[in-house]
């Protein structure tokens, strides 16, 4: 079992920036790709970034959904079972409630995941 806390949500106005965190316990964390979801009211969840787990050279895969690639970037840290979400030039499209998710290979799809955090409010001003 793997049980995940995010947290770092909150108001913002547009073009802003917050860092969400995502701390893991249970099972071995860097054993797991992670990846983080979201979902706007009365909207289906959506992917938005997934990272590797480490590679061959320390090299980490990381993949994003078309609208915040370059926008948000998505990282961890195995020594803190943490991984991080930042989300820069937010806009308030963005608005959503944000979900971590850990799984046993990088992925898009939500049903590649075994466990997910309750999640973490993210809401966008104009």
């Known amino acids: 079992q793997v049980q995940l806390v995010e947290s770092g949500g909150g108001l913002v106005q547009a073009g802003g920036s917050l860092r969400l965190s995502c701390a893991a316990s249970?099972?071995?964390?860097?054993?797991?790709?992670m990846g983080w979801f979201r979902q706007a009211p009365g909207k289906e969840r959506e992917f938005v970034a997934t990272i590797s787990v480490i590679g061959y050279n320390t090299y980490y895969r990381t993949y994003y959904r078309d609208s915040v690639r370059g926008r948000f970037t998505i990282s961890r840290d195995n020594a803190k079972n943490t991984v991080y979400l930042q989300i820069g030039s937010l806009k308030p499209e963005d608005t959503a409630v944000y979900y971590c998710a850990a799984g046993r290979i990088e992925s898009s799809i939500a049903d590649d995941y075994h466990y997910w955090g309750q999640g973490t409010q993210v809401t966008v001003s104009p």
């Open positions: 249970g099972r071995a964390f860097s054993n797991y790709a």
